[in-house]
């Protein structure tokens, strides 16, 4: 066994320690992993895994900052699928550590690796949730950060899955079209209430809502 597989093996076993409580345990493997890493991208992902077992926010914080400095000096394709992962770890550590600006951009790079790559799965759906989570999170309180917080709280998970996205395209493009669609749809769908879409709607920019069901004259507050 080389070295590099040496870093994967106790990354590996610090991930099973996790998994099973056993947090000292892990924390101890992935130090292994940090301190037996050379190549770059090791170096990134052992902090990250690091991050992982930090319980301080601002130790924690700390060692994410460390992974997403090695990821700057790694071979692009050797962390391109990493990345979005880190982003988002690190992200969610600033917003423990009451750094909501930090956090939101690194949400906002998160958003547009993902969506460069455009891949697909259980672990990418995640990722897209958290995301959108985070940018409603950090956001200045509007009607429609307001309104997807609302049904967050409702529990209307079906509903926040096909607007969620839609959203992270608005925030990175200021695109209402997306969104405007996936709203009409999940009400067409039954995934939200008519008083739901109503809200949504009402939040929505002015210039968009010509082209909601439903939509009445409204305004859109930043």
Known sequence: MDRSDDVAALVADGVE?????LFADAESAYR?????????HER???AHHLARAQPDPDTRLGWDREALR?????DRE??????????VAAAASARAADDPLAARDWYIDAAQHIRAADSSGDHDDALRAAIADGLIATAEPTTLTEALRS????RRYAALTSVLPRYIDWVLDDD???LVEAIDAALATDGISAADHRALVAALPTHATNDVAGADDVAFQL
Do not use: H, Y
């Open 17 to 21: 320690a996790e998994r099973v409580g």
């Open 32 to 40: 292994a992993a940090w301190e037996a890493a050379e190549a770059a």
């Open 44 to 46: 990134c992902i052992a």
């Open 70 to 74: 090695w990821a700057a000096d790694s």
């Open 78 to 87: 050797l962390v391109a699928d990493f990345l979005p992962t880190a982003l």
């Open 151 to 154: 049904l967050g709280r409702a």
């Open 176 to 178: 209402v079209t997306g």
